[in-house]
């Protein structure tokens, strides 16, 4: 089905078709599977061709997954001030494997440029007028090329169409899902979640009214409409901190992929990579004998025929050099390979925000730094630029499950509750000085316990002061 066409008859306006098809050329990168370079032709003479496939790094995947890891990995702490809500909170997130797809869709906003995190009631019970009652919490995950922005202001999406697909009997069928804003007779706003389905078996789109959806198990409690009697939203746009260039619409809410500016580097890389495994293919040592010594004088074969080092050529073809075996070897170009490799695997760390020397090829294989970086390096600069986005993501969607929580009726939950964000940084070498200065202030009194709780070990203030020892005084850091 085109999206697109069903968004002319409803009219409905998003981002460009031609931004979705750009997405689609960087998931083709991130999957090593670009058309006509990693699947291509070699013309061989006479009219012949052969197919081939192209040896690949794979390093669009790489660099996804190595700023995922380090934007969102175990050692991330997020703590909520009010107990109960951070149990209720902490829970929903276990219950929608958060501990798992929270890092796989930081590698999708890294190949892909957005993801979305849509928190909806699950079994929920709705009356004619739009409203629910019980359930619980889920998390939807999204994918740039499911994420369709109606309406934007400063690059924040205000309105937003998602898609879900789903399979029941060998039929595919489209969940489309419109979160907009309605207008209130008090003059506020509220959102309202409007829902569609479209059968897409065979490409045909064709529409299916709510009765016959609700024949489908997937869709059998979808309501057509939902209020939510809220100007918040339930859902929250996670994007790279990296300004969209890939659309001639400045406007654009839409991210851009971490290796969108170096897909021509990547493209060297596969290109001197298949070269350097070719290499040792076609530079591989070869034998060629003549005719009289392939066979005994009984007619057996003397060598295995399935052994490819050894080439028997026509009778006679020795006459002049009087030679029964002629030994060629290949010269292997291995360093040759190996540096330009290295040299753009360095010119892929910089276009990504990792600086050089992050990657290096050994031994036929990309070999990654674990060292930690300096608080002055360019991949702690852009790390950090990516954390102020995904800090307020976080917060976002903790509100909103704390919002949603309310809703359904859950007792004790406090919406305005401070959340905080603690990232990795065990990888940051200053942080080792910086920690050790601020021991010293607080055993010189220049810093008190409770605000080096609350920095060091992901506190808010009030618990970092709830959780000082008795005697506070007698406290000494060394």
Known sequence: MDIFSYFKNHDIDTVDATFYRTIRVWRSWYY???????KYNVYRGNGTSINCTRYSLSMAKKVCEDIADLLLNEKVQITIADKATDDFVKQVLTDNTWEELGNEFQEWKAALGTVAYVVYIRDGQVDEAGNMTGGRIGINY??????????WENKVVKECIFTFRKTYKR????????????????????????????EDTAGSGTEMTPEQWRMIPHFSGLAERLETHSDKPMFVIDRLNIVNNADDDSTNPMGVALFAN?????RSIDLKYDSYANEFSLGKKRLFVAPEFTTTVDGNAVFDPNDTVFYE??????????????????????????????????????????GTDRYKFENGGVKTATEV?????????????????????????????????????TSGLDENTDITIQFDDSIIEDKVTERQNDRQDVAMGAMGVAEYRAKWYGETPEQAQANLPAQESEVILE
């Open 32 to 38: 090593s599977n670009v058309r006509k370079f990693h």
């Open 373 to 409: 970086i300096s608080e002055n390096s360019d991949m702690y600069r852009s790390l950090v630029k990516h954390e102020l986005v995904l800090n307020r993501v976080l917060i976002q969607l903790i509100q909103t499950i704390i919002r949603a929580g309310i809703d359904i009726g």
């Open 142 to 151: 999204v994918d740039a090329l499911n994420i369709y922005p109606t309406s």
């Open 262 to 266: 170096g897909i021509d580097i990547v």
């Open 171 to 198: 039929k595919k069928y489209v969940h489309i899902q419109y979160h907009r804003l309605e207008p209130l007779a008090d003059g506020g706003n509220q959102y309202v979640i409007e829902n569609a389905v479209v």
């Open 313 to 354: 050529l026509p009778e006679d073809f020795f006459k002049e050099s009087k030679e029964t075996i002629h030994e060629i070897n290949m010269e292997l170009r291995i360093e040759e390979h190996s540096k330009g490799i290295t040299d753009d695997l360095n010119f892929l760390s910089m276009a990504c925000g990792f």
